[in-house]
Structures are given as C-alpha cells and as structure tokens.
C-alpha cells in the first residue's frame, strides 16, 4: 500500500489559449522531465488550419522555453498527435495530417534529440497506403531495439479498416514499408490502436473491432521483423459496443489493457474496464478475466488510459460524468502489484467547472506521475486549454500537495520545506507513519490537513519538528532519530512526551503548557524550554530519574507523579527547587555536587512533599509532627466573635522546625483560627446551658509537608444574666437562673428561659419560646409564633396565628395583643389586654370561661367576655360589650360581668338574641335597635314587655324573660359604682 500525492496545483500547459486546444499527449522523458504535445485550431500562422504544439518540462516541474510547433507543413489540418521518449533523452511526435489530400489524412512524425531541438524534418510514415490514415500512436521498444519506435495507426474508409504499424531503428531509419498487423485485415472495422514494449523488444498491439451494435477488444503480440503472433480476443460481447483500448507493460514483464464498454443494461451508461495478462498472454484472474475499473456507476466512464508503476502496479485514469459536481471530471485509481486496489478514486482536476475530458497520463523517472487533460472551462477566451497535474506515490514537493492514503500502513516521505500551507494530508487508516527524508524543519501546523498519521519520524541530520497540542495527542510515536533534534509545540494545553523519543530539546507555546515524561524522553533530553505562561513538568514511572544532563527552564514546578516515589538526581538547586513529591510516599532528591542546600531550602522541598534530601552534608529525612497543644482552652459563652481562645502549639521530633495550622472542624462554626490562635466565630452559638465544651479538630503541617491532625476540647464557662441577640439565622438560647434577655431578631429561633425573671423576644420567623420558673415576659414577633409560660405570672405579647401554651394553676398569666385575639383556645390565661396601637383602631377580645379580665386601648373596642365572671375595661374610644353568655336561674351568678368604664354618650352594649330571645332581631354585622318599649329603668319589670331593666341605683343590668317582674329577672351586668350613668333603649343593640 501506498500514498497517492497530488503534486500542487493544476496547471495550464498552452500559452496561447485563442480558440481550441485538445487532443493531448504526454511522454516522460530520460532526464526526469517530460512533454506535453497537443493540437491548436485555427492559430495564426496555421494557414487557418489546426496545427501540432508541444511544452517541454524539467524535472522539478518548470517549463523549458515556450511552447513550439511541430509540424513544419502548415497547409491543411494537422491532428491526433502521440508522443513517445526515446532512452537518449530525445522523443518522438507522430500526427495525422491531410494537406496533401482532400478529405484523407496521412500519418507523419517529428523526432527530436535530447536538446529539444529537432533531429531532421518531419517525415511521411503512412507512405503510400491508399484511403485515410488516422490516429497514429507511437511506441519507443526496449530490449534489442532500444531506441527504435514503432508507430501504429488505422488505415482505410469508414467501412474496412486495417492496424498499420512501421518500425524504426535507433537511427530513425524505417526497417520496411508499412505492415497490417495481422488478423486486422479484410474483418471490418478496426479502431483505436494501443501498443506497448515488451522487454525482450517486441510489442504489444490493442485494438478495437466491430461496430455500433458490439465489438470486441483484440490484442496481438509484434515483432520488429514484422512477424506477430495470433490475434487474441480480450473480450467480446455483441451487446456492448467497445473502444479505447490501451495498454502497458508492468515493471515483471506483464501488461494492462484498459478499454470503455457502452453496457445497454441497467442503465446503458459507459464503463471502464481492464485485464491484467502474463508475460506468455494468458490473463490473470480468479474468476472472470473482465474487471470494472470505476467502481462508481452513476453517469458515463470513458476513455481510460493505463501506465505502469516502478513498483509493479499500475495506475488507470478516465473521465466521468458528474463526479465533481459539475461536467465530466478526470479520475484516477492506483493499483499494486498484485492487483489490490491501492486507496480509493480520486478526483484529480481541482476546477470543477466545466468539462474535464480525455486525460491521458505518463509515469516519470521518479516514480511520480503526470495526467494531461483538455477543459472546456472558458477561463481566458478559449474554447478548451490543456492542463495537467503531477501526483506522486510516496513524496511530498515544494509546491502545495494532497497526499491520501490508504487503510494499510504506509509512510509518507517528505523533505525540508516541503510540508507547506495548503497542503493537504489524509493518511487515512492503518499505521502511518511521515518521515522526513533530510535534516530540517517539519512544520505540521502548516498543511490545511493533517489527519490521520500515527508516527512522525525525523531524518538522522538536526531536525525541528513543530507540532499543535492536538497533533501531538493523535500520535503514537514521535522520533527525533539522529542528530540534534528540537521538538516545539505551538498551542497551549498537556503534552505527553511519552510517546516521544530520542530529542535532545522540547520548547513549549507561549501558553500554559504541561509536560508528561518518563526515563526515556529525559535520557536524551538536554534542554526542556516552557517558554512562555506557567508552565508545569510531569515526570511518570518513578524508580530513578537523571536530571544531571538536563536544563528545565520556565517552569513552575516539576512533579513526581509515582505514589510509590521517584529519586532525582540533579546537578544545580534552581531544578531541585521545582520538584513536587506530594503523589508519592518516597520522593527523594540528591544533589550530586559540593553544593548543599540551606535549611530554608530543605524545609521548601520538605513543603513539596520530598521525604528525603541529600546533598554533600548528608542525608535529611521529614520527620511529623507528634502532639497539638492548645494553651488555655477556655472561653466564656456569647462571647463576641474574635474573642482569644488560646494559642496553638505543637511537638516534633525535628529540630527548628516551622508548622502552619488548619481548623478542619470549627464546631459547628462557633471557633476560627488566625495564624496560630484560635477565636470565637460565632459567641452566639456557645451557651453554657445547652453545652458547656466542644470539640475542634486540628491539622497541623510541619515545613517539610508532614501533618497530623488531632481534636482539641474548648471548655465554655457560664454567664448570669445572659443577654443575646440572634442572628438571620435559627438560633437557639437557654437561660440561667438569672433574669436573662434572649432576642432571636431574625429566622425561626428557639429561646429557653429556664429559671429567673426572663425577657424573650423572637422578632421576626416562627419562634418557640419557653419561660419556664418565673414570672416572664414572651413577645414572639412576626408570623405565628409558640409561647410557653411555664410556672410564674407570665406575659405574653401575642397576635394573630400565635399559640400560647400556659399550664393549669401557673399563675396569673397576661396577654397583650395588638390584633383582635380570643382566649377562647386558651384556657389557662386570665388578662387580655390590647395594647395601644393608635387611636381609631378597633379590636376585638374575647374571653374564655376563666374569669377573665379584658382591658381595651383608646381604639374602638369589642368586648366579649364570655362564660365566667369577667371584668370588661374598654378605655377611651367607643367601645362595644358584647353578652352572648347563658342566663338563667343556674347560669346568670356564673355568668355575670362588671363594665369598669361605661360611657353611655360613646359605649354600647351588644346583647345575642340567641340568649335574649325577647329582645327582637339582629346580627354582628346587622345590628338591630332595642324597642324602647322594651327597656325600663328601675329595680323590676312594669309592664308586660320590659325586658331589660336597668337599676341605676344599685348600677346592674336586669334580663326579665316574660317582661312583666311575674318571673325572676337576672343580672347580666354589673356597673363600677362610681359611674354616672342614664341608660335608655338607645345604648342597647340586637345581635
């Protein structure tokens, strides 16, 4: 298997592009170079004819002079040139001609010597052969006509042809007249002859035979003598019509014929086909002798044309139709020695547009090739120009290439300067392998693409390889080889050297760079340069590392990876210096000179995790820290944060020694550490009531990295009173014995008085607080809060949504309220009491069935007090007392409440019609006028509807169920003595 290089760009071989130029053909020559020969319509000096041109190249690609016409005779047309070298460096160009014959064509040739000038005139082949002469080819022999010729070309009408052939020494001498090739005679129609030489010095003739509706493709073996051997069929088939043969000889001795069959079936669309045969002429192949060339159907495939490759193969191109997007395109296919494909089609032509037509190809003395092809694309006011593109199988040039590989392992060769911007380079897969053929520069950033490669190997001079983080991630191996080779990476990222070898210098980008290396890169590395950013050296495989040879420059650190430890030897500090052993449990650096490192330097590697140092003192080893020590140990609770807690200190065997702390546990945050002391954090969370120590947890790091950690306890001493704020946060407080204050201010806190007069206010969030003994004031703040009393005469500041948990027989407990409240789901709390909030603002208590006292603000007021006996203060404002309570003969003395504060110009009382029945209709929010014929003032009912009495003398309030004093009439309220009262109907409502 092999690369295929396609040798820069394509290139225009005419000078002169008026008009037409086509019909092209291409020969190597023996000097390297070769020569193109084509035919021009209608250029000046022509007569107006079409004449016969040529442009000679060297070896490297440049043209030798301008391009020249060949034929001397002008008059008439001149066409189908051929072109064959000759072993002295000179060629050989035959066309057909018809100046001298109206309408028939006769077949000349014009040598020339190796100079390129021409040797003698143009001279008559065909001789005297009657009828037209056409399409002549040309064949220079090998073996014992070495430098002879043989030109071949069909004679005859349009409806019996015959194969002419004449042959002519290495002089140019014709040895006889011209001779049909045998088995061509008196059969119809021959066309398109193709010959070869054989290596003993004959030939081999193809041919085409038949007509439009079948064909065949014939052969022949030819002799300079004018004998043949037999005409052989190559293939045969009356529904295929056949053209094109063309053959070649192989480097063994055995030959190709190629040729195009028009195939009616499945499509009817041209194909190119080919056969390989032995030396004797018997064909090669396993199963059919016939084998498709283009291995891709779709459109018309024709004019295939062969040549043999040094190494045996060969190479086929051909035109299609479609391939390249546009007209036709002209394709190759390389083949090996033995047959196998070697890689896919490619497309050779890079202008798409247009039609690429009727390539023809030629194997130079390299072993590269050149294919010639005419273009109908209108680039320069013609109406086609002859191009050409120059492909290799194994070698990069100097002029911007595209190299494909194949799915074998390969190796692509390429020499200083030649891998250039533009190219463009597929190994695809297999092992591949680009070796650099001279000491220089290989720059694999420059190609347009570079995939596909596993091995990049440098020549055995000085080389510099350049390469990208990525290109270097995708290799397997990477050879500096012989010599004094340079290594440098262009882009930033990790780079493992691993898979290099044998450089003596690797440079970083100006980025951040990483390096991964074992024994082996650093066995010949001399220098390794980071160049530019932070750079940072990995070195893999531990056991012993010899650093003495090398300088490790621009970098920050070198890190010994092995966990079970690295010994480095090294010849100057400034390397020492760099080394990381914190992977590994045994890293050990020697310096290996007088030198020795200061105490300072040995604690900066010990820091770095080196276990062991040894210079021209001795040997040092990093012994660990054995005891953490705090001094004091003891702080007293809510301390304010930064508050000392005590020095840190610790034991170690190693003498003069530096340690750095760490806090790994702060105790739920309560500690911090600055340097080497340790500090209240959080005072809020240390309570004595709740804990009286904590633990911390200590890391300790000696100068040489050795650590230890170990838990220190932190005793917390009590304070009596407490006082706290809280934070946002949930806190929790527990009290003393003292009359602490506890304020939660933010989040949902949990205070605990416990014994003495405490204050515990929650400020905002859900908090619980809990008295406990003594007479305590709660104020649980925003949102629904829990207060819990406990034993004492406890005040609550309560709203809506609190719950107040108070104990049976736990005092006289208050609650304070600036919200409409109701004891009724309390039943243990004595005194509500509204707080003053502003005037004009009306709240609603409610009693419970305690005898509860209920105390209103300067707002309008809504007292009800419920079952029991209870005392009702509205305060200033229009206040409203509410009787919703049972009375009767068993309930009116359990019942009845006293009114402190009546005003009869602003107060009311509201009576619930549910319990006065007499007393007419109403609602809350309906309220509804007494009858004054239902009130009367006195001691007793008068009449028979006076239901509500008032004695201002003895100042209660009657209910007489039958109104008439008949019955008994029951107290429902009792007024303060003191007060001046003249109660009419008007002061009652109905609800």
């Known amino acids: 298997m092999a690369f295929t290089v396609i040798q820069g760009g394509e290139i225009r071989v005419n000078t002169t592009t008026d008009f037409t130029q086509v019909e092209q053909s291409i020969a190597a020559l023996a000097d390297g170079g070769w020569v193109v020969t084509w035919r021009d319509s209608a250029k000046e000096g022509t007569g107006n004819g079409r004449g016969i041109y040529q442009q000679r190249y060297t070896a490297d690609g440049a043209k030798v002079g301008e391009e020249t016409q060949i034929n001397t005779t002008i008059a008439g047309h001149q066409e189908a040139p051929q ?23 006769q077949v000349y040739q014009q040598r020339y010597a190796s100079d390129g000038g021409k040797a003698g005139g143009e001279i008559l082949v065909s001789g005297t052969l009657s009828g037209s002469q056409d399409y002549p080819v040309v064949t220079a022999l090998d073996g014992e006509n070495e430098g002879g010729w ?29 001779v049909a090739i045998q088995g061509t005679t008196g059969t119809g129609i021959q066309l398109s002859v193709s010959t070869a030489a054989l290596p003993d010095g004959s030939w081999i003739a193809t041919w085409a035979a038949g007509g439009p509706m079948g064909g065949a493709i014939y052969q022949q073996r030819c002799y300079a003598d004018g004998t043949a051997g037999k005409a052989v069929a190559i293939h045969s088939d009356q529904g295929q019509f056949l053209q094109g043969p063309n053959v070649t000889v192989l480097a063994d001795g055995n030959w190709v014929v190629t040729w195009s069959a028009f195939e009616n079936s499945g499509g009817a669309t041209w194909t190119v086909k080919q056969q390989r045969f032995r030396a004797d002429g018997t ?17 018309g495939h024709v004019n295939g044309q062969v040549k043999a490759l040094p190494d045996g193969g060969w190479i086929v191109t051909w035109g299609a139709d479609g391939k390249d997007g546009s007209d036709y395109a002209v394709l190759q296919q390389r083949y090996d020695a033995n047959g196998s494909k070697v890689g896919g089609e490619t497309i050779v032509n890079t202008t798409t547009d247009g039609r690429q037509f009727s390539p023809v190809i030629t194997v130079l003395k390299d072993g590269s090739w050149v294919t010639a092809w005419w273009s109908s694309l209108d680039q320069e006011g013609a109406g086609a120009d002859i191009y050409q593109q120059r492909a290799s199988g194994e070698f990069l040039t100097v002029a911007v290439d595209k190299a494909t590989g194949t799915d074998g392992d390969e190796t692509l060769y390429v020499a200083s300067g030649t891998l250039n911007a533009g190219d463009e380079l597929n190994a695809q897969g297999g092992e591949d392998t680009l070796r650099m053929e001279e000491a220089g520069a290989l720059d694999l950033t420059a190609p347009a693409i570079f995939a596909g490669f596993e091995i990049v190997q440098g020549s055995v001079g000085n080389d510099t390889i350049i390469v990208s983080a990525n290109q270097l991630s995708e290799l397997t191996a990477i050879y500096g080889s012989d010599g004094l080779d340079t290594l440098r990476l262009t882009t930033s990222g990790t780079h493992d050297l691993t898979v290099s070898q044998w450089f003596e210098t690797v440079e970083g980008s100006e980025g ?12 010949d590395l001399l220098t390794i340069d980071g160049k530019g950013g932070t750079n940072v050296l990995r070195l893999v495989g531990g056991g012993a590392l010899d650093l003495t040879s090398t300088t490790v420059t621009n970098f920050s650190e070198t890190v010994l990876t092995d966990a079970s430890g690295t010994t480095v030897t090294v010849v100057d500090k400034a390397t020492a210096l760099l080394l990381n052993g914190e992977a590994g449990s045994n890293d050990r650096v020697v310096l290996d000179t007088d030198d020795v490192f200061s105490l300072a330097q040995r604690r900066q590697l010990f820091r770095q995790g080196i276990e062991v140092i040894e210079d021209a003192d001795g040997v040092y080893v990093n012994a660990a820290p054995t005891e953490i020590v705090i001094e004091g140990g003891r702080v007293s609770e809510l301390s304010a944060p930064g508050t000392r807690v005590g020095a840190l200190s610790a034991e170690d065997a190693d003498a003069e020694e530096e340690f750095t702390f760490e806090l790994l546990d702060d105790a739920g945050g309560r500690f911090m550490l600055s340097e080497d002391t340790i500090l209240v954090k959080n005072g809020l969370a240390l309570d004595f009531e709740q804990a009286s120590s904590h633990r911390i947890k200590v890391r300790v790091t000696d100068a040489g990295g050795k650590t230890l950690e170990q838990e220190l306890t932190i005793t917390v001493t009590d304070v009596n009173p407490e006082i706290a704020t809280g934070t946002a946060a949930a806190d929790r407080f527990v009290g003393g014995e003292g009359a602490d204050r506890l304020i939660g201010a933010q989040g949902n806190d949990t205070l605990f008085g416990a014994g003495g007069d405490d204050g515990l206010e929650g400020g905002e969030g859900a908090d619980h607080l809990s008295g406990d003994l003594g007479n305590d004031m709660l104020a649980g703040g925003a949102e629904a809060d829990t207060l819990i009393g406990g034993g004492g005469n406890d005040t609550y500041l309560a709203d809506t949504g609190d719950v107040i948990v108070e104990a049976a027989s736990g005092g006289i407990d208050t609650v304070l309220t600036d919200a409409s409240f109701s004891l009724a789901d309390f039943s243990e709390i004595e005194i509500l009491m509204a707080r003053e909030i502003g005037a004009g603002t009306a709240l609603n208590l409610t009693g419970n069935a305690k005898a509860n006292i209920l105390v209103g603000n300067a707002g309008k007021n809504q007292l009800n007090g419920g079952a029991g006996n209870d005392t009702l203060t509205g305060g200033a404002g229009k206040d409203e007392f509410v009787f919703t309570a049972k009375v009767d003969k068993k309930s009116w003395k359990a019942n009845l409440d006293k009114i402190t504060d009546y005003k009869t110009k602003d107060d009311t009382i509201l009576l619930d019609n549910a319990v006065f029945k007499k007393l007419g209709k109403g609602s809350l929010t309906k309220k509804g006028k007494l009858n004054k014929d239902f009130f009367a003032a006195g001691s007793k009912a008068k009449d028979k509807n006076d239901y509500l009495v008032f004695d201002s003398k003895k100042k209660v309030l009657l209910y007489d169920a039958d109104g008439s004093g008949k019955g008994a009439a029951y107290q429902i309220a009792a007024f303060d003595k003191k007060l001046k009262l003249a109660m009419n109907a008007a002061e009652f409502l109905v609800i």
Request: hydrophobic fraction near 35%; aromatic fraction near 10%.
């Open 150 to 178: 043989v030109v071949s070309w069909v004679s005859g009408d349009i409806s019996d042809t015959t194969i002419y052939q004449r042959y002519y020494d290495s002089k140019g001498d014709p040895v006889e007249d011209p």
């Open 83 to 105: 072109v064959t070298a000759l072993p002295n460096g000179g060629w050989v160009v035959t066309w057909m001609s018809d100046h001298d014959r109206d309408g028939n064509y």
């Open 512 to 523: 951040d760079d990483t390096f991964i290396a074992g024994d082996a890169q650093i066995a």
């Open 283 to 299: 064909a090669i192949a396993s199963v059919t002798p016939i084998e498709s060339v283009n291995t891709t159907k779709a459109g």
